[in-house]
């Protein structure tokens, strides 16, 4: 075998290499390009409800978000009205999915989306400092005239220890 016929099977062989493998990295890619929450909206969020609801608590996970309606009691959840957990999606299903939006707007917002069986509910969220503490700060949407801002806290031993009924 001659010098080139050498350069030229080294040369091969080496082709053969990049296109095997890089045959395998769009599996490798598409999984690692699947969408999640942002890690600075994961927590679980508190806020002490109006009337006899007791407290609402937003549990957010990468895939996940949980939105119920309870009391803290012994250091446990008990919840008072229905419990939906929701799985991010690319698009909205009744009762199953949520959708989130890739990109924050010039206010720092992500646009969270969700849709039961009889109202599409749009919600901006962000992670806020707020007198140098914490919050999940949440704006929802009703119509186009009216809005609701609720803070959300982060569920701490002193919130899970406290006795509320």
């Known amino acids: 075998m001659t010098r080139l016929h050498k350069q030229l099977l080294h040369a091969g062989l080496a082709l053969m290499t990049v296109a095997t493998v890089g045959a395998a990295i ?23 409800g109006k009337g006899d609801g007791g407290a609402n608590r937003v549990k957010i996970t990468a895939k996940t978000y949980t939105n119920t309606l309870g009391v803290y009691q012994h250091g446990k959840w008990r919840v008072n009205s229905e419990k939906h957990t929701l799985k991010l999606g690319k698009k909205l299903k009744k009762n199953k999915t949520f959708t989130l939006s890739k990109k924050a ?53 002193k919130i899970v220890n406290t006795y509320m009924d």
């Open 26 to 48: 769009p599996g490798a890619t598409a999984n690692a390009a699947t969408r999640t929450v942002p890690q600075s909206l994961r927590n679980t969020w508190f806020a002490w």
């Open 105 to 157: 707007d010039r206010n720092g917002y992500r646009t969270l989306t969700t849709l039961d069986q009889y109202n599409k509910y749009v919600m901006k969220v962000k992670r806020v400092k707020v007198h140098n503490k914490t919050k999940l700060k949440m704006i929802t949407k009703f119509s186009d005239n009216s809005k609701r801002t609720d803070m959300f806290f982060p569920v701490t031993k």
